[in-house]
């Protein structure tokens, strides 16, 4: 019998027509935009101005606070200015842009794919080679990933979760770099366990990847305290919440962190860039991005530098469909929709999603009629039927009490609504809302 | 017959047994409450709609009767006429707020603004402004979901099709803030309805700069400081590439509308120009 | 290019709708219509028609001419109420109490309180009481299976098992002589009794249910609480006397049971959200309807005791939350 987390979940169709494209190097884009806001928490702030000469590797902003994290260009040439640029959010941000010369690369970082298997560095250490290097929750979260290294004090992790579970439809980023980089990944991960000074580390796996399962199993008996976990699929596997309770049986109680059940999730995309991070003193500046789409001529996944425009990707897929309605931004299920092609790929794209019509409309809203499917489904234990109206209706405490803070946005409620109800766009609205609340009573208390 | 009387006995009993009981919890339970609650209540024009910034008028009444002093407090429905009754009632000195309609500083029609994308979430501003900056390459301007005029409890506002943008029926107005609470964007302002509800403002918030303003919204304000450097009344200030036009100061001189080369200053219920000058005037925009 | 489409997340949609949802109860219904006519002829296929029509016909109505609003017929929903109704009702009763029992399903059960998924009631039972209550004569008459078969009004009518036992019980006669005047189990399994037009014919309504577990219309736990309350309360009784109260597999498979535990107390907007709700929602009816059958006047009870359930589902969806992630306390290390 293969685990899975205990409540509700869907099983979207899982279309990864981009399985078995082996990763692709997509040459150096001309011009890179690079926004200072990629990751949750404070935007970096700009070290380079217009006229800077760059190499690889180089810090060019610099994390601006404890919950931030450094961004590094991912070319080297030119800076051509510092303006703002609509990002991933479809606000106008601040970013970097970078016309780029040649591809000459910071001296003391180890381009060699040679594998630095032996650890020497101290847990501090890699700690704060983590930090340097701006590596933040690959998965999507986008988590400055050093943070989650630092428990807060009085608690303790005894396991390390690794995310392979890539539970989004369409995504096959993770997929293909277990296949394709799997000792260094686990390399990584034993960094991450000294990191953590734990024992014991779970690579969770969902079983329409049987092929990684078999090849991380294979390698991971060679790394003591690695084993995978191979789980059935279900949507929203990879949520930290749900990955912790399908292999450990742990559930991590409402408004607490994975450390209070003793857990630390990593994306296995985390755990490949701490690899390059302090085994070759490579910081984060590109990553693997899965390009595809039902009407695409030629799904891939690419490693792609940061700040490269989605048409650059796009292009080098096949092309633009002429039947797009919509380009996320990530999974359909969890995904942003972005609002032009001139968008630049950032740590967090994992990948570019290009929807046919009319797939991509929504559907006309029915009313409600109470099938309680939306309940069944959410992973939380969480009544949908009822946040949204709340929601709607500005009923910040009722929807407080109904614990909407729960909500882990997974989109489960709205993809089973046979109403089509826009579930989570109120929720989401209703999250934000009572949060803002919640924060200006702690504040005042 | 007997069972008539039975009946009649009974019952009247039940209810003089029911009338007592009421009698002595009305006595034991009631609550002392200042009578004047009941007056300023009465005075008060019952609509409800929170603008004083009570939930409620009988709550404004509370807040009335309990303030020292009133002068600050202001019901924008009843405006000053109200007001004075209520301290007339309380013996307190009213305060002396000028009456207010609330304004659209967004001029980002269809026409004016291309939509660049089309919105499909859910239908509200709020959702919306959370997702994302718009439909349109302005991401200050109205996303056209129609917050405000749900939110307006006094049908004065309504969305036109053509335009895709709310419409103020200023007759009906009472500038109770709804629609400004209601409105992500900070779209909606309410502004002293002045002389003969004549009045001059910025019909828009776009804060980038101004070829960026320009390219996305043919209205846009470009924050060029033209109108600043016109207005002989230093009401007009120039902040983050916008202009903003401090009704208190602004004698409705009308020049620096003459001077904004995108049009993106509105004046409101002025005699038309003189044909001369009509002339290089745009066609009058369905302002609101 | 046309311009991009930008919506909030998921981007994808499991492709259910309202009408799946009703058109797939409609096809779950379907083997009880086939027995229906096989037992009951003529008079049931005028009276699903007749229901199914005017159901459909007043819900057009009541939206076009009197809320103005677009006509939603297409969904299925007023169908299903129809056919619903129709099976609830004694295959020889007049066209027109037919009629006016829609209109008080679809006027005053759905349309008053907000039309589709609004209703606090299954409309098709408030359709059923109402006629019950009001033409107790004709409601309660029923035609006799196979030898009705050709004839509508004036079909044979004789009485039904669960009406037999009650009345034998009640003058003193053991439950095991009156077994003897009723059809046995494996009859009333299949459906061969008298009855209201969809009730009857156990196998075919639990051929439809799981048509509808498969198809994810409905959950397990309302149909399992209601025939495992039933089937505990009176197998009780049962075992404490045997000869005074009926078997639980007689009382199960008599007097729409299962057409009310599958069907009609399923109804989506009548029940509870949760499944612990459900679950308690599902034991209430089956006690309600064994406490009317057997100490009340009526020999039968699903209906009413739906209805009393259904006015207890605001209080159960209020009270009875679903479970939720991270209730069981965390299991943190020594």
């Known amino acids: 019998m293969l685990k899975t987390f205990s409540l509700g979940g869907v099983h979207p169709a899982e279309n990864k027509r981009s399985a078995n494209s082996p990763v692709e190097v997509l040459p150096v884009p001309p011009v890179v935009s690079i926004p200072l806001a990629q990751h949750i928490g404070a935007p970096a702030q700009a070290l380079v101005k217009k006229g800077d000469e760059v190499k690889v590797g180089q810090v060019i902003a610099q994390s601006a606070g404890f919950v931030s994290a450094n961004i590094h260009s991912p070319v080297s040439g030119k800076v051509a200015k510092v303006d703002q640029i609509v990002d991933a959010s479809g606000y106008r941000k601040d970013a970097i842009i970078i016309n780029t010369e040649g591809d000459e690369w910071v001296e003391d970082i180890d381009r060699s794919a040679i594998l630095v298997k032996e650890i020497t560095a101290s847990p501090e250490a890699i700690i704060k080679k983590i930090g340097e290097a701006g590596i933040v929750g690959l998965g999507g979260a986008t988590f400055p990933a050093h943070v989650k290294l630092s428990p807060p004090p009085g608690k303790t992790c005894d396991v390390l979760i690794i995310n392979g579970v890539e539970c989004e439809p369409y995504l096959t980023s993770d997929h293909r770099l277990m296949l394709e980089k799997g000792e260094e990944l686990l390399v990584g991960i034993r960094l991450l366990m000294t990191a953590l000074n734990v024992k014991k580390a779970i690579i969770g796996i969902e079983n329409n990847k049987p092929d990684a399962i078999a090849h991380m199993e294979k390698l991971a008996s060679e790394y003591e305290g690695v084993r995978v976990q191979p789980l059935k699929v279900q949507y929203p596997q990879g949520g930290e919440k749900q990955l912790i309770d399908a292999c450990m049986g742990r559930q991590v109680p409402s408004g607490k962190l994975p450390i209070e059940v003793g857990a630390v999730v990593h994306n296995v995309g985390t755990a490949y860039a701490v690899y390059e991070a302090v085994q070759k003193n490579k910081p984060l500046i590109e990553r693997i991005v899965t390009v595809t789409g039902l009407s695409l001529a030629r799904p891939a996944n690419f490693l792609t530098r940061i700040g490269t425009p989605i048409s650059v990707l796009i292009e080098a897929a096949g092309g633009l469909p002429d039947d797009t309605g919509k380009i996320i931004g990530g999974g359909p299920m969890m995904g942003k929709a972005l609002t032009s092609t001139e968008i630049p790929v950032t740590k967090g794209t994992s990948g570019i999603l290009l929807m046919p019509q009319p797939l991509a409309s929504r559907k006309p809203v029915d009313p409600c009629i109470r099938c309680s499917k939306c309940v069944s489904v959410c992973p939380m234990g969480l009544s949908p039927y009822l946040l949204m109206p709340l929601a709607e209706k500005a009923i910040w405490d009722r929807a407080e009490e109904e614990n909407i803070m729960d909500c882990i946005e997974c989109g489960s409620c709205s993809f089973t609504c046979p109403s089509s109800r826009p579930l989570l766009d109120y929720i989401r609205l209703g999250k934000a809302k009572v949060g803002q609340i919640m924060r200006s009573r702690t504040a005042t208390a | ?288 | 290019m046309n311009k991009l489409i930008v919506s909030p997340s998921p981007h994808v949609h499991s492709g259910d709708s309202v009408q799946k949802n009703m058109y797939g109860v409609l096809l779950a219904l379907v083997p009880a219509l086939a027995a229906s006519v096989w037992f009951f002829g003529l008079g049931a296929l005028i009276v699903t028609l007749t229901s199914v029509l005017a159901c459909v016909l007043f819900e057009h109505l009541i939206q076009k001419y009197l809320l103005k609003k677009p006509s939603t017929i297409m969904d299925g929903s007023a169908a299903v109420t129809g056919l619903l109704l129709a099976f609830n009702l004694p295959t020889n009763i007049p066209l027109g109490l037919i009629i006016i029992g829609a209109a008080i399903a679809i006027g005053m059960g759905k349309m008053s309180f907000g039309g589709l998924g609004q209703n606090p009631f299954n409309p098709a039972l408030v359709g059923r009481v109402f006629l019950l209550i009001s033409f107790p004569v004709q409601m309660t008459s029923w035609p006799v299976p196979i030898a009705a078969r050709g004839a509508y009004i004036d079909a044979v009518t004789g009485p039904t098992p669960l009406s037999v036992v009650k009345e034998g019980l009640a003058a003193g006669r053991p439950f095991s002589e009156l077994t003897a005047e009723i059809p046995s189990y494996l009859n009333l399994f299949m459906g061969q009794m008298g009855g209201s037009a969809g009730e009857v014919a156990g196998v075919a309504l639990l051929l439809g249910l799981g048509y509808m577990l498969i198809k994810k219309i409905v959950t397990w736990h309302i149909p399992v609480a209601v025939v495992g309350s039933i089937a505990v309360f009176t197998g009780v009784l049962h075992l404490s006397d045997p000869q005074a109260y009926a078997s639980p597999l007689f009382h199960l498979l008599t007097g729409g049971v299962l057409l009310g535990a599958f069907f009609m107390a399923t109804d989506y907007a009548s029940s509870p959200m949760s499944k612990r709700g459900m679950l308690l929602y599902g034991a209430g009816i089956g006690i309600i309807t064994v406490l009317i059958r057997i100490y009340g006047s009526y020999p039968e009870g699903v209906s009413f005791a739906i209805l009393i359930m259904n006015a207890f589902t605001p209080l159960i969806d209020k009270y009875i939350k679903p479970k939720r992630f991270g209730e069981k306390p965390a299991v943190q290390k020594a």
């Open chain 2, 1 to 288: 017959m007997s069972v008539v009387l039975i009946t009649i006995v009974t019952l009247a009993g039940l209810g003089a047994i029911a009338a007592v009981i009421l009698f002595l919890a009305s006595k034991k339970f009631q609550v002392f409450e200042d009578p004047r609650i009941d007056v300023v209540e009465e005075a008060l024009p019952a609509a409800n709609c929170g603008g004083c910034g009570f939930p409620g008028c009988r709550a404004f009444a509370e807040a009335l009767v309990k303030a020292d002093d009133i002068s600050s407090m202001n019901c924008p429905v009843g405006g000053a006429p109200t007001m004075s009754i209520v301290a007339g009632i309380l013996g307190k000195e009213a305060g002396s707020a000028k009456p207010q309609v609330a304004v659209l500083r967004c001029n980002g029609s269809c026409e004016h603004r291309p939509r660049l994308n089309n919105y499909q979430g859910a239908v509200s501003c709020a959702v919306a402004a959370a997702l994302y900056g718009g439909e349109t390459g302005c991401s200050y301007g109205c996303l056209g979901c129609g917050d405000c005029v749900a939110a307006c409890k006094f049908d004065a506002m309504y969305m036109d099709e053509e335009t895709g943008l709310p419409v103020i029926i200023e007759e009906n107005c009472v500038a109770c803030g709804a629609c400004v609470e209601a409105c992500p964007k900070d779209i909606i302002e309410l502004r002293n309805i002045g002389p003969k509800s004549r009045r001059i403002f910025v019909s828009c918030v776009n804060k980038d700069k101004g070829a960026v303003a320009r390219k996305s919204c043919e209205v846009a304000c470009i924050g060029c400081g033209k109108c600043e450097k016109v207005c002989a009344f230093d009401a007009i200030t120039i902040k983050d590439n916008l202009a903003y036009i401090d009704y208190e100061k602004c004698k409705l001189c009308r020049k620096c509308v003459e001077v904004c080369p995108t049009n993106a200053i509105h004046e409101l219920n002025f005699p038309p120009r003189k044909p001369k000058v009509e002339k290089t005037e745009p066609e009058k925009e369905p302002v609101a």
